[in-house]
């Protein structure tokens, strides 16, 4: 069974994204004085009393509009309102009741779900502000005054939700999924891919650059597994990040690198590898991500049987330091070859968490040592006593050694070498740590 859903609704610049960070403790939506900053779904966990559920923060709801931006937005509010178990509506008592909040209270009636009431900006403690009596005309209830900023008030509205939950479920338990970062320069097709990833219109789709500012997660079962897809914003180069909502963007995308087990590294096939998409493909190889390169607009290159291979080859070349990463060619407006992402994220994702025993390792070290002799210096040897595994995603090995500066960089990489001819380990970085006699562990 899968934890509770509250979704987070109202109108625009109510403060939703601020009161989201408030009860998850931490900044993931971004807050901005600005309407219309918060464009999707975003999910986190939260958890009060013992009791974990999720929380969905939308953007803000424009009852009329022709704008397609907040017509989109609309609709993604809409979606999270039919998912959630219970539904927190957020007002503003500086303004008191709008017509606008009307209206978005006479849609979450008609959805039958659950609602609580929250009526944000109560900055000040003690005597009740009369205009909070107003709210009560919305029709949802007893309104709770609460406070994003100082977080007045946000346990008697979490202690509202919860009286809507369903029993818990001995079952609800830590996530299995594979969590897939999709990552990109704008306009490479990332939200287009998740969205046919999960046949649904799950993230804003615009030809406009950076219109996906959040990272948003989204959950998918199939017959190859469980996963959770994370949409993130197209990471720009960075004298182009000029305001304070696209840096945060940036470093959402990067966070997003951070949680994901596997990343799928978006290019243009019409453009190649650009400096920019190496800078992004490092983002991951840095923090030590399984990864696949994902080409994506092939159905718009002239192609003929040498085509692919002299892209590979030019990838190859331009991701050299990632080479270890499988590279696959769609077209996620067609669907092209996108079943095969299923088999290679599980694939990766295997070979990032594969153990190997010291004794396999040591096999590979002498039969690697036997080959091609340690390096010397002055009359120094190299001498490599043993190696072991000390960790997964990715795999971390430790190797003792006499002298930790004999050991040059280009024999490592030949023991790595070694190493993947043996076991694999596609798709996934490698860690190596040198130590020598007298090292203390770290």
């Given at each position: 069974m899968s934890k509770p859903l509250v979704a987070i609704v109202g109108r625009p610049n109510v403060g939703k994204s601020m009161l989201f960070n408030k009860l998850i403790n931490k900044r993931v939506s971004i807050v901005e004085d600005t309407p219309g900053v918060t464009r999707d779904r975003i999910y986190e966990e939260c958890d009060w009393n013992g009791r974990t559920f999720d929380l969905v923060d939308t953007g803000g709801i424009e009852p009329t509009t022709d704008n397609e931006i907040l017509l989109f937005m609309r609709e993604q509010a809409r979606i999270a309102i039919d998912s959630a178990d219970v539904i927190v509506l957020v007002t503003d008592i500086t303004t008191g009741v709008t017509a606008a909040d009307k209206d978005v209270a006479n849609m979450l009636l008609r959805s039958k779900k659950p609602v609580v009431l929250a009526v944000n900006k109560a900055d000040s403690i003690g005597t009740v502000d009369p205009t909070l009596y107003e709210f009560y005309s919305l029709g949802c209830g007893d309104p709770i005054p609460v406070s994003a900023v100082h977080g007045h008030g946000t346990g008697d509205l979490l202690d509202a939700c919860m009286e809507y939950f369903p029993p818990e479920d001995e079952n609800e338990e830590e996530d299995d999924a594979i969590r897939v970062a999709i990552i990109g320069k704008p306009n490479v097709g990332k939200s287009s891919l998740t969205n046919l990833i999960l046949g649904q219109q799950r993230v804003i789709v615009s030809d406009v650059a950076g219109t996906t500012r959040d990272a948003i997660d989204s959950r998918l079962e199939n017959?190859?597994?469980?996963?959770?897809?994370?949409?993130?914003?197209?990471?720009?180069?960075?004298?182009?990040v000029g305001d304070r909502v696209e840096k945060f963007s940036v470093m959402r995308a990067q966070m997003a690198i951070e949680r994901?087990?596997?990343?799928l590294i978006m290019i243009d096939a019409r453009e190649g590898v650009t400096e920019q998409d190496t800078k992004i493909a490092g983002l991951a190889h840095e923090a030590g991500k399984a990864s696949i390169v994902v080409v994506n607009k092939w159905d718009l290159i002239e192609k003929d049987s040498k085509t692919m291979d002299s892209m590979r080859k030019d990838i190859q070349r331009d991701l050299s330091f990632m080479s270890y990463a499988p590279i696959l060619f769609i077209s996620a407006l067609?669907?092209?070859?996108?079943?095969?992402?299923?088999?290679?994220v599980n694939f990766v994702n295997d070979q990032s968490s594969m153990r190997i025993t010291t004794g396999m390792l040591n096999n590979v070290l002498a039969d690697a040592q036997a080959r091609v002799q340690p390096p010397t210096d002055k009359g120094r040897r190299l001498k490599i006593y043993y190696m072991t595994q000390t960790g997964v995603k990715p795999p971390n090995f430790v190797i003792f050694c006499n002298n930790r500066e004999l050991f040059h960089f280009s024999y490592q990489r030949y023991i790595e070498n070694q190493i993947r001819a043996v076991f694999g380990l596609e798709g996934t970085p490698i860690r190596m740590v040198i130590r020598q006699k007298g090292d203390k562990e770290g």
């Open positions: 017959e190859y597994g469980k996963y959770i897809f994370i949409d993130t914003a197209g990471i720009r180069r960075r004298s182009r994901a087990d596997v990343c067609t669907g092209q070859r996108t079943n095969r992402i299923f088999e290679l």
